[in-house]
């Protein structure tokens, strides 16, 4: 093949790489398109957190986002060279809200496109691989257990009492977390409250969308307890239980990160505790887990 026609051949594919990469891909929707002038009013958009979005600039002038109220200012990652029109970026907002912009250093007479887009498949890839990531949230819970006592009680059949919970819950990944935290139990008959001090093993087992787009997680737990001084005694029984664990995530977008609610059931039995008759025991809650 002569060299003239490689070299037009060249530098037709060189021209389509070109505008291929400068036209939005299908994820990435338009929000803002506007040519700015030197005397051209400020203009208002609504920013989130966590969303990637892109900002391109065809022209001169120096991009100004500000939030409305008292707050960080987005920041800007330049996409290529930025002295290649037209310049690209990576716009991220550290709140949610409005959003002032406008172009500083434009010239008298000259005008710049501004095109502004929500990345939606970089921002669900950047929030699956955050929510994958290792976090250290916080567990509690609240509910009632079935009756069972430490100590005799002359033959009165123990009553069940309040169970709360607090604990510090370490995910890894979306599937794996651990709970370390202490256990209170009233024991309405004898008149006196336990602590405990336990380790909890969380596994999800599997997930669905029961409620539109927010995510519902089923899973197994194992709790391991320690009494710490309980009862006139001051016994220091263990308990050993495993159960089921119901979990609705509030983020719409089925985010693990942030605010869930819990249902859950353990059954267990009792050791170091040899005067009892009652070994075993059933334990149901409800709590709330926030995970930053």
């Excluded at 990469?21 to 009013?41: I, M, Y």
């Excluded at 550290?94 to 000259?110: I, Q, W």
């Excluded at 916080?138 to 430490?150: D, P």
């Excluded at 737990?221 to 710490?228: D, E, F, P, T």
């Amino acid at each position: 093949m002569p060299a003239r026609s490689l070299g037009g051949l060249w530098l037709s594919c060189a021209v389509v790489s070109i505008l291929a990469a400068q036209e939005p891909r299908k994820s990435q929707v338009l929000l803002v398109e506007r040519l700015f002038h030197a005397d051209s009013e400020r203009l208002t958009i609504a920013l989130r957190r966590g969303v990637v979005y892109l900002v391109e600039l065809s022209g001169s002038g120096t991009l100004i986002v500000e939030p409305e109220r008292r707050a960080r200012a987005p920041f800007f990652v330049p996409i290529g060279d930025s002295t290649i029109q037209p310049r690209r970026f990576e716009l991220h907002a550290f709140v949610n809200a409005p959003h002032n912009v406008h172009l500083a250093d434009l010239v008298s007479g000259d005008s710049t496109l501004l095109r502004i887009y929500a990345d939606t498949a970089e921002t669900q890839r950047i929030t699956q691989k955050r929510d994958r990531a290792a976090t250290v949230g916080l567990s509690l819970a609240g509910g009632t257990h079935s009756g069972y006592r430490l100590d005799p009680t002359g033959g009165v059949n123990p009553r069940g009492g309040v169970d709360l919970d607090a604990c510090l819950l370490l995910e890894v990944g979306d599937r794996f977390g651990s709970c370390v935290g202490l256990n209170r139990q009233s024991f309405p008959d004898a008149h006196y409250i336990g602590s405990w001090l336990f380790l909890e093993e969380r596994v999800r087992l599997i997930s669905r969308n029961w409620l539109g787009s927010r995510t519902t997680d089923v899973g197994a737990v194992l709790r391991y307890s320690r009494g710490a001084h309980i009862g006139p005694r001051l016994l220091d029984p263990v308990w050993l239980g495993a159960g089921i664990q119901v979990t609705q995530r509030f983020s719409s977008e089925g985010r693990r990160r942030g605010w869930r609610a819990f249902l859950g059931w353990q059954h267990g039995r009792l050791g170091g505790a040899p005067e009892t008759e009652f070994l075993y025991s059933d334990r149901f809650g409800v709590g709330l887990i926030w995970a930053p």
